[in-house]
């Protein structure tokens, strides 16, 4: 039974990978899938206990964070929207499925293929919404001027971002007409990405190649960098003089309307980001709790209407567009800590695993992503980028394990 689980979950997850760039509700129905079938059949508790087994330390650090997620009911104004919060985050349980499921190196390969296959036929669909030939309703932001597709300008970058980061890699790995393809795929990815509005997407880019052109970097002659190294040098002039001028010039406008205390005059996160400083600051040995900090929120602005963000139509914001924010109003230091944590040991563990395969930066990359991403966005529990980090880091985990052959593996 858990051989022909494993072999169904396979097919689901490449088929999720496919269609994951274009649909949430058919990425949401077949990962529910694949983690029913873990539950019944069994798969899940063996990946369970093979990451408590071998990754104790980030096992540790994520039923930290989400044992504080449930804990925080307690103390929270609002434990109906606290419920509601942490049903949202049920597609984490679906990591130790990806770890059996992903064990054998032909199912690695297949999913990367149909993750590639899906997000290349996605900025496709983008490059067409550029120019105008196709459009969608509203979708987070996306549309002719910031062509995101059915990604949204928010998770686009983060999503894109690591992808070409293991397109990079992957290239580095090849010879010939492959790498050239690997890399010309990357290149395409980071264009669209600075073509787009989203900052977070920038930096997170950046972050990822200067990690994946430093890991290579050791041991390589100066001949194989020379090319990484000019898409750098493409990339950066890109966002100091293309798309990306006017952005930053914007952020270093509001930056400076902060420091002068003129919040109205910048940013709708800086405002975000106060109100959830405040709202810990009223509580600050525990937090506002888990789902409080609506209620939280509420309680500032009335004391500080200025701060109220018009793009929201007077509704009270339910995050601070920020992770590390979020923590620290939900949890107090406490909460901030075990977040700071959990990215610190993601990123640390996936750095110090080998990357002599295909799809060994997965982790690593995925915990950069979260760690530039989290300063602007709630991005542990957004849909698409949250089911980004799990599929890379069920992908790494699967890969750093025994090798196993479709005959080992029932596949």
């Not at 997965?362 to 950069?368: E, S, Y």
Request: net charge positive; with cysteine; aromatic share 14%.
């Amino acid at each position: 039974m858990v051989d022909t689980a494993k072999a169904v979950t396979c097919w689901l997850l490449c088929v999720l990978a496919l269609v994951f760039p274009f649909s949430v509700a058919a990425t949401s129905i077949l990962l529910g899938t694949t983690l029913a079938i873990g539950l019944v059949s069994g798969t899940w508790w063996i990946g369970a206990r093979h990451m408590w087994s071998d990754y104790r330390g980030l096992s540790t650090a994520m039923l930290a964070y989400w044992g504080l997620m449930v804990l925080g009911l307690v103390w929270s104004s609002d434990r109906m929207w606290g419920l509601h919060v942490l049903g949202h985050q049920w597609f984490w349980l679906a990591v130790p499925v990806a770890v059996v499921a992903l064990g054998d190196l032909r199912w690695r390969t297949r999913f990367l293929a149909a993750l590639s296959m899906g997000l290349i036929l996605h900025l496709g669909f983008c490059v067409l919404q550029k120019f105008r030939f196709v459009t969608i309703p509203d979708f987070g932001g996306s549309n002719a001027d910031d062509a995101t597709g059915y990604i949204g300008h928010i998770g686009f970058g983060f999503i894109y971002g690591i992808w070409a980061g293991w397109l990079l890699h992957w290239g580095w790995q090849q010879a010939g007409w492959r790498r050239w393809v690997a890399w010309l795929l990357a290149t395409w990815a980071w264009v669209m990405i600075f073509a787009a509005q989203g900052r977070s997407g920038y930096l997170v880019a950046l972050a990822i190649m200067v990690a994946v052109l430093w890991r290579h970097w050791i041991g390589a002659g100066w001949r194989k960098a020379m090319l990484p190294l000019a898409l750098l040098l493409v990339m950066v002039g890109v966002l100091a003089a293309g798309p990306g001028k006017e952005r930053l010039a914007e952020t270093w406008h509001e930056i400076s309307a902060i420091r002068h205390g003129d919040v109205t005059d910048s940013d709708a996160r800086w405002s975000l980001w106060v109100i959830a400083v405040d709202a810990w600051k009223n509580h600050p040995v525990l937090g506002v709790g888990t789902g409080g900090f609506p209620d939280a929120a509420a309680s500032v602005l009335h004391r500080q209407p200025e701060l109220r963000y018009e793009g929201l139509g007077g509704q009270t914001p339910t995050h601070p567009h920020s992770m590390y924010f979020f923590s620290l109003a939900r949890w107090g230091l406490l909460g901030l800590a075990a977040f700071l944590a959990l990215v610190v040991i993601w990123v640390r563990t996936g750095w110090r695993l080998p990357w002599d395969r295909f799809e060994s930066p997965a982790m690593a990359l995925a915990g950069i992503a979260l760690a530039m991403d989290g300063i602007f966005a709630p991005t542990m529990e957004q849909q698409g980028t949250g089911v980004m980090l799990v599929m890379m880091l069920g992908l790494q985990l699967a890969a750093a394990g025994r090798p196993r052959t479709g005959a080992e593996s029932g596949g």
